[in-house]
T-cell receptor, first 112, second 112 residues
Framework: EADIYQTPRYLVIGTGKKITLECSQTMGHDKMYWYQQDPGMELHLIHY???????EKGDLSSESTVSRIRTEHFPLTLESARPSHTSQYLC???????????FGPGTRLTVL | DAKTTQPPSMDCAEGRAANLPCNHS???????VYWYRQIHSQGPQYIIH???NNETNEMASLIITEDRKSSTLILPHATLRDTAVYYCIVRVPNQAGTALIFGKGTTLSVSS
């Protein structure tokens, strides 16, 4: 099993609140990713990082932002949550040599 | 990344082998074939990957045709816990600016 953790697992929050979804990995991977997945739908990449101080936007436009100050930590922030942000957010990290991605358990976000 | 085609759904009896096909007729010479699965909205789980030789690990076997235009994931003795959506992805490892593209996958239903 991969050592990648996400907190919280579930979050219900009101519109306009600022939230931060945490993601940490203990495998020393340089690459980390955030995906968004609506129920029954495909995963879409929203952010990725190739190392400390590196962040890029993914294929799906997102109002969220990310930071990568430490190798093991890749938090995602929504400055002002809206109901349209309701979704599952999945964090992953990858091994450089095989490019195999390991996923966390996900955070299911509901914005009322 | 090359496009893949998978059947939307398959059924398998518990204890039997599950053979999941994937077509990737436009695959290029340096693209690998990766398989992941996602069990009921959990984070996707890496299964296996390969370039051109057949591969086997503790979870599954991957058979790639000689022309590399298709592959088959084999779960030798399917259990109820193998019920999941299985994704076939082809990509060049560590290619800058890219990440996994999850299509719709194959929903495998294992029944007793």
């Amino acid at each position: 099993e991969a050592d990648i953790y996400q907190t919280p697992r579930y979050l219900v929050i009101g519109t306009g609140k600022k939230i931060t979804l945490e993601c940490s990995q203990t495998m020393g991977h340089d690459k980390m990713y955030w995906y968004q997945q609506d129920p029954g739908m495909e995963l879409h990449l929203i952010h990725y990082s190739y190392g400390v101080n590196s962040t890029e936007k993914g294929d799906l436009s997102s109002e969220s932002t990310v930071s990568r100050i430490r190798t093991e930590h890749f938090p995602l922030t929504l400055e002002s949550a809206r109901p349209s942000h309701t979704s599952q957010y999945l964090c992953a990290s990858s091994d450089f040599y095989t490019d195999t991605q390991y996923f966390g358990p996900g955070t299911r976000l509901t914005v009322l | 990344d090359a496009k893949t085609t998978q059947p939307p759904s398959m059924d398998c009896a518990e204890g039997r082998a599950a053979n999941l096909p994937c077509n990737h007729s436009t695959i290029s010479g340096n693209e690998y074939v990766y398989w992941y699965r996602q069990i009921h909205s959990q984070g996707p789980q890496y299964i296996i990957h390969g370039l051109k030789n057949n591969e086997t690990n503790e979870m599954a076997s991957l058979i790639i045709t000689e022309d590399r235009k298709s592959s088959t994931l084999i779960l030798p003795h399917a259990t109820l816990r193998d019920t999941a959506v299985y994704y076939c992805i082809v990509r060049v490892p560590n290619q800058a600016g890219t990440a996994l593209i999850f299509g719709k996958g194959t929903t495998l239903s294992v029944s007793s």
